[in-house]
């Protein structure tokens, strides 16, 4: 975060009273508020942003700089132009003598060449009241000169149009008077009469002189002096206006008055000559010499130590920043210059010195030089015979040393931000310098203190090592493969990946040869990490152009015979890793659409009726009701219904009369009301009650109902389907009851002389709704027991039966089956990339090995295939049934 410049006061309201209060020293008006377009706005912000861009006249400078102010206070851009020269004004009248003062510690200039004026312009800090003109008024002048009159001023004395004739009177030259400025909304009329009178001349008796003619009235009967003048048509002249001017005098307005007069006072002083430096002042701005990209180049080739840090310290910002502007093309030697900067490590790790040299002739270098032209011969042996003649240095160091290194580090990292970029990258690649460097920082010596530039060549490599062709004894690929054992991971990350990219962009393929066994079980076995996406792939894609060439499976077998048999477990869980899941849901059977049955009045069985002519009237009707019927707001039954079925069922027992009955109803259910539906025919309802679905006893138990079908329904009665007509309307208390009442009244299975039910053969159709067996049964005993299994187990099971089959319960949902499925990571194109992909592709080089090449491991009459696939083959085909790769 950067630091808060001390020369700007930071609490607003300080800064405030600091303006206030330098303003009554200098004698100017001060807005505290700085309103703007009636909308208050923050001085403190605006003094902040300004300074922040360089004071007022750098903004001056600049154009539309100014304009870049609005949209912050919160004003639209379709009236930047029109609050523009506004926001310009406020900083000018309130804050710019105070930035002179305050910030540049400057006398600012007076108040007549400052506030007195308006914004326009720039320049503050270099006006003075010799260099500036002051604008002339001839308000200012008129008091200069009467002042100058009172002094017995000899000289003749000015008219002014104020004394005497107005200055647009048309009695004074009529012919030199100009147009009036027409209204925007009036549309421009040209005077068609001709501005130059001809004069005639005539050589007769002279004429009497012609005075203006007087206005004519249009109208006759409205000019009082014609003859058929009616008062009643009398139109009065309109009125003229009269335009009114304020004049400035020391009682109206003093602050005006007094500021002109100093203003004439001050433009009358005599005027110093400008100095000859003066007049190139209009030209230094043009003169600002090289940018910043130039300076830095030519600090950076200078040699000079703090041309070259200032350098440095400025392309690790350009080249981080405008990373993908800033190209070693546009710049000439800018990349030799930092390649030849960063050189400088031989001399501080091995305290010798190389040269870099474009002499030397291809495949020759001297000693302790760089053959920059066509790379360095035998680099690897030279690097050790300095690390042999040198010693391993401690890695303790001096501040000098210390410094010096932060400084080789950052040529290196604008070295990596510029290579990022894939022209800067191709522009390197043709270097035979960048690729001598490459090697011989990645072949530092392994100290903490040269951890972070071998990082970042590893890093530059990374980018580079696909337009390089290399060969299996190349110095830059040797000296990479260590790396791959290093215990620092970002070390082991970028080899990996510039070994895995090595050639890409070229035609010949290059094949990684020369790795040490090792090194292969190091990389397997990163691949169990769990948490490290990054390092799995780039060992896995390490793997797969390693297991392509027949000589590495040749020797990795030779060494390890099970190392590949070891890694098939991982690469068939690393197939489904991390999938993006789609579950699919396959309809297996629809939704059922039962119709509602609407509810009918129970009959009650004996036992219950028995049970309820223990009690006396209307204590039997109030419980028979309970039983029968429950409260429902909504619906309704006739009062004949109701009555009917109370009747028919207790008629020998006598019941209550039908008034009586209707009032127990309404006594018995608070919902329960007695109304008269008025009609063609009248209605007499009750409103309140439903009957019951399922049947209860007087303590709420429910009962057992047959669902026992004893004819089959008529599909062209759908009111004796509704109504339920078809099934057994019998209830039974108990769900023995009820398997004894089919048994003995629909199968029609005789009891033997013990009570018990027979066995006889014959052929027993089960007929309970919904039952889905259509195939009859040979005896009875097999029969019941099936019957039995239709019956619910408990009352509650028996009431969510009968809810269900007449359409009242719960709708079922549909049955369906879901598969999900499993999807790899591909790219843009669609191809399948990632780990998942690779482990295929490592399995498939594997699998053509041992089908080509296997018959020389075979091992006890073990074929190389089952060796390697065998028992995982099962969890391959499971994955593979799962998982969509790509």
């Not at 307005?253 to 005599?270: E, G, H, I, Y």
């Not at 290579?419 to 392994?446: G, K």
């Not at 599909?715 to 089919?742: E, F, G, M």
Request: negative net charge; aromatic residues 10%; proline residues 8%.
């Amino acid at each position: 975060m950067a630091q808060p410049d001390p020369r700007i006061i930071e609490d607003e309201q300080e800064f405030l009273d600091d303006v206030a209060a330098f303003h009554r020293a200098r004698g100017t008006n001060f807005d505290r508020e700085g309103k703007l377009s009636g909308r208050p706005m923050s001085l403190h912000k605006l003094y902040k942003m300004v300074m922040g861009r360089g004071g007022y006249d750098v903004l001056s400078k600049e154009r539309m700089a100014w304009r870049s102010l609005v949209r912050p206070f919160g004003f639209s851009s379709q009236h930047e132009g029109a609050m523009t020269f506004q926001i310009k004004s406020l900083y000018y009248k309130n804050l710019a003598a105070y930035e002179i003062a305050k910030y540049w510690g400057e006398t600012p200039p007076p108040r007549e060449i400052l506030e007195d004026l308006t914004a326009k312009g720039g320049d503050l800090r270099s006006r003075t009241l010799e260099n500036y003109p002051i604008p002339g008024h001839r308000e200012s002048i008129a008091l200069v000169d009467v002042h100058h009159e009172s002094e017995d001023d000899p000289s003749t004395p000015r008219k002014f149009p104020g004394n005497g004739d107005e200055p647009n009177n048309a009695s004074r030259y009529p012919t030199r008077m100009l147009r009036q400025d027409p209204k925007r909304t009036q549309l421009f009329q040209p005077d068609t009469s001709s501005t130059r009178s001809r004069i005639m001349r005539s050589t007769a008796s002279p004429q009497p002189q012609a005075y203006p003619a007087q206005p004519v009235y249009s109208n006759a009967s409205s000019d009082p002096r014609h003859p058929s003048f009616n008062i009643q048509n009398y139109e009065p002249r309109p009125p003229m206006a009269l335009t009114l001017r304020p004049v400035i005098t020391p009682g109206s307005n003093p602050d005006v008055f007094f500021q002109r007069k100093a203003m004439a006072l001050a433009q009358k002083l005599p005027r110093m000559q400008p100095e000859p430096q003066h007049f190139l002042k209009g030209q230094i701005s043009s003169m600002g010499g090289p940018n910043i990209y130039l300076r830095c180049l030519y600090g950076l080739r200078s040699g000079i130590p703090e041309e070259q840090s200032f350098a440095l310290h400025h392309l690790v910002k350009v080249s981080f920043e405008r990373g993908d502007k800033y190209k070693f093309e546009g710049f000439p030697f800018l990349a030799e210059s930092l390649l030849e900067k960063a050189l400088e490590i031989l001399a501080l790790v091995y305290g010798t010195e190389w040269t870099v040299s474009y002499n030397e002739k291809q495949g020759t270098a001297p000693e302790n030089v760089i053959n920059a032209a066509f790379g360095t011969p035998d680099l690897l042996t030279r690097i050790e015979q300095l690390k042999a003649a040198a010693g391993l240095p401690d890695d303790v160091t001096t501040e000098e040393e210390a410094t010096k290194l932060d400084k080789l580090c950052e040529a290196a990292l604008v070295i990596l931000n510029m290579v990022t970029l894939e022209e800067n990258a191709r522009f390197l690649a043709d270097f035979a310098l960048f690729r001598d460097f490459l090697t011989i920082a990645i072949t530092l010596p392994p100290q903490p203190r040269l951890a972070e530039f071998k990082r970042y060549a590893l890093e530059m490599a990374e980018q580079v090592t696909r337009y390089y062709l290399m060969l299996p004894q190349d110095p830059l690929y040797l000296s990479m493969l260590p790396y791959l054992q290093s215990p620092d991971r970002s070390m082991t990350l970028s080899a990996l990946r510039a070994i895995n990219r090595i050639g890409i962009e070229l035609e010949p393929v290059f094949q990684i040869t020369g790795v040490p066994i090792a090194t292969i079980e190091r990389l397997i076995s990163l691949t169990l990490l769990e948490c490290d996406d990054e390092l799995v792939e780039a060992c896995l894609d390490f793997l797969y152009e390693y297991t392509a060439t027949y000589d590495n499976n040749i020797s990795a077998l030779a060494e390890n015979a099970d190392l590949y048999s070891k890694l098939m477990p991982r690469l068939v869980t690393l197939m489904n890793h991390r999938p993006s899941t789609h579950e699919e849901v396959i309809l297996n059977k629809p939704k059922q659409q039962r119709p509602v049955v609407a509810p009918t009045i129970p009959q009650i069985p004996a036992d219950l009726h028995e049970h309820l002519l223990q009690y006396p009237e209307p204590a039997r009707s109030s419980r028979w009701l309970k039983c029968c019927f429950e409260e429902f707001r909504d619906d309704d039954i006739t009062q004949i219904a109701i009555w009917q079925a109370y009747q028919s069922r207790f008629q020998h027992n006598q019941p209550v009369p039908a008034a009586e009955f209707i009032k127990n109803v309404s006594s018995t259910f608070s919902t329960a009301q007695a109304q008269v539906i008025n009609g063609v025919q009248p209605r007499f309802i009750i409103k309140g009650i439903r009957p019951r679905r399922v049947l209860v006893d007087t303590t709420g138990e429910p009962y057992y109902k047959c669902f026992w079908e004893i004819s089959k329904p008529d599909p062209y009665d759908p009111v004796a389907q509704s109504a339920q007509r078809h099934l057994c309307q019998s209830w039974k208390s108990t769900r023995q009851s009820l398997w004894n009442h089919i048994v003995e009244d629909h199968l029609n299975v005789a009891r033997d002389s013990d009570g018990r039910f027979a066995n006889p053969t014959g052929e027993y159709t089960c007929r309970w709704t919904g039952c889905m067996r259509s195939e009859p049964f040979t005896n009875a005993i097999d029969a019941a027991a099936h019957v039995r299994s239709h019956i619910p187990e408990t009352g509650e099971a028996m009431a969510k039966l009968v809810l269900e089959l007449t359409g009242a319960g719960p709708e079922k949902e549909a049955e369906v089956t879901k598969h999900t499925s499993y999807y790899t990571a591909i790219d843009e194109a669609g191809n399948p990339v990632g780990i998942s992909f690779m482990s295929v592709m490592i399995m498939r080089n594997l699998a053509r090995f041992a089908n080509k090449h296997g018959a020389e491991f075979e091992k006890s009459g073990t074929k190389l295939m089952s060796r390697l696939f065998g028992h995982v083959m099962r969890d391959i085909w499971h994955d593979d049934a799962d998982s969509i790769v790509g």
